[in-house]
Every structure is written in structure tokens, then in C-alpha cells.
């Protein structure tokens, strides 16, 4: 069982960043895919990038190359995103979650909303 | 990237009834679709992997088929908290990327 944590909901003006952490708890972090997915109100789930915590190791997708990070602090079974240069249409539900490949997006996070409003 | 397609967007339909959505992606996918459902407020939660694997604890109820570029979840009896959103998600190539979204409605 795993289960994710998110920080809150923030509210940014744009060109700005927003960092939204998520703590895992209960089975082994560092050796599964953690994969940031977010949804537009209203929308669909949109892929945005994904990190191996055990190896530092990330991708991402192209629509989102050069503003944004993710980072993995494995001391606290922290994952983070960044993302910068905040546009209106940046605002949606963030979720973090357990990537298994071929198996699915077994654990989901709740969700962090993140608006992007001047 | 790979393009998905549900079809229909939404679907009426009364408890007991069973319900079929189709999920098409634009180029082979192998076995690589996985299928969620998705309730107001909610994060998706995981059905289907691997077109046809049920996922842990998901009722028998629910049910893939499908390999290549064409994939279908089948509810065979509709029960009252099957009412939600449904998307499809393939694997078979990063980014990975989702349909968008059959909602399933009381008729």
C-alpha cells in the first residue's frame, strides 16, 4: 500500500512558479516511477513528466521542457515539481502519482489545484 | 505523441444495462492501454491494465479487451456507483497520453 500527500492549493499571478510537493508513505519510494499528471478544470489528464527516485533519473514531456523540475529528496520520501514561467491556462489539479508502466497508474495523490490568475 | 480517441463522450444509461467505450489509439500500442474511472472531485483510480488485467480489489463487473490500436472497457451491469468518468491511457510510449473521457450518465 502506498499512499501520497500533496501540498495545498496555491494561487499564483502569471510569469510566476508554483512548487507542489508530494510525501510518500508505505512501500519502498525510491524504487517505483513517481509521474506528475495534471487535469484543466473540466478537461482531460495530460502526462507531464516522471522521476526515478531510487536514480535521479527524469523525462519530460516536450510541451513542458525547460520550465519544469522535479526533484526527489529520498531522506523524507519527498517528491517535488516546479514549474515557472506560469500561463492562465497553467491551472488545473496537479497529481502525483505511483507510475508502474505496463501496469498502470496504480496510487494517485489528491490533488494539489494550482490557479493561475493576474 | 500518441494520439487517443474515445468514443462515445458520453453515454446514458440505466442501472443493469451494460455499457461498452471504445478507445482508439493513432498508431500501435501492443497490449499497453490502461483504463480508469474518474469521479467528481476525485483522482481516477486504476480498472484496467494491459487491455485486459483487472486491477486489485476492481469488480469482476468490469472487463478490457483489445491489442493494437483498438481497445474496449465493457461494465456488463451497471451498478449505481459506476456512474463517473472513464479514460483510457496508453503505455506503450512516453509521454504517455490519455483519451478524453467518456462520462457515463443516469438515463
Known amino acids: 500500500q502506498v499512499h501520497l500527500v500533496q501540498s495545498g492549493a496555491e494561487l499564483k499571478k502569471p510569469g510566476s512558479s508554483v512548487t507542489v510537493s508530494c510525501k510518500a508513505s508505505?512501500?519502498?519510494?525510491?524504487?517505483?516511477?513517481i509521474t506528475w499528471v495534471r487535469q484543466a478544470p473540466g478537461q482531460g489528464l495530460q502526462w507531464m513528466g516522471r522521476?526515478?527516485?531510487?536514480?535521479?533519473?527524469?523525462k519530460f514531456a516536450q510541451k513542458f521542457q525547460g520550465r519544469f523540475t522535479i526533484t526527489a529528496d529520498k531522506s523524507t520520501n519527498t517528491v517535488s515539481m516546479e514549474l515557472s514561467s506560469l500561463r492562465l491556462d497553467d491551472t488545473a489539479v496537479y497529481y502525483c502519482?505511483?507510475?508502474?508502466?505496463?501496469?498502470?497508474?496504480?496510487?494517485w495523490g489528491q490533488g494539489t489545484l494550482v490557479t493561475v490568475s493576474s | 505523441d500518441i494520439q487517443m480517441t474515445q468514443s462515445p463522450s458520453t453515454v446514458s444509461a440505466s442501472v443493469g444495462d451494460r455499457v461498452t467505450i471504445t478507445c482508439r489509439a493513432s498508431?500501435?500500442?501492443?497490449?499497453?492501454l490502461a483504463w480508469y474511472q474518474q469521479k467528481p472531485g476525485k483522482a481516477p483510480e486504476l480498472l484496467i491494465y494491459?487491455?485486459?488485467s483487472l486491477h486489485t480489489g476492481v469488480p469482476s463487473r468490469f472487463s478490457g479487451s483489445g491489442y493494437g490500436t483498438e481497445f474496449t472497457l465493457t461494465i456488463s451491469s451497471l451498478q449505481p456507483d459506476d456512474f463517473a468518468s472513464y479514460f483510457c491511457?496508453?503505455?506503450?510510449?512516453?509521454?504517455?497520453?490519455f483519451g478524453q473521457g467518456t462520462k457515463v450518465e443516469v438515463k
Open positions: 508505505g512501500d519502498t519510494f525510491r524504487d517505483y516511477t
Open positions: 498508431q500501435d500500442i501492443s497490449k499497453w
Open positions: 502519482v505511483r507510475d508502474r508502466d505496463s501496469h498502470g497508474i496504480d496510487y
Open positions: 522521476i526515478i527516485p531510487l536514480l535521479g533519473v527524469t
Open positions: 494491459a487491455a485486459s
Open positions: 491511457q496508453q503505455s506503450n510510449s512516453l509521454p504517455w497520453t
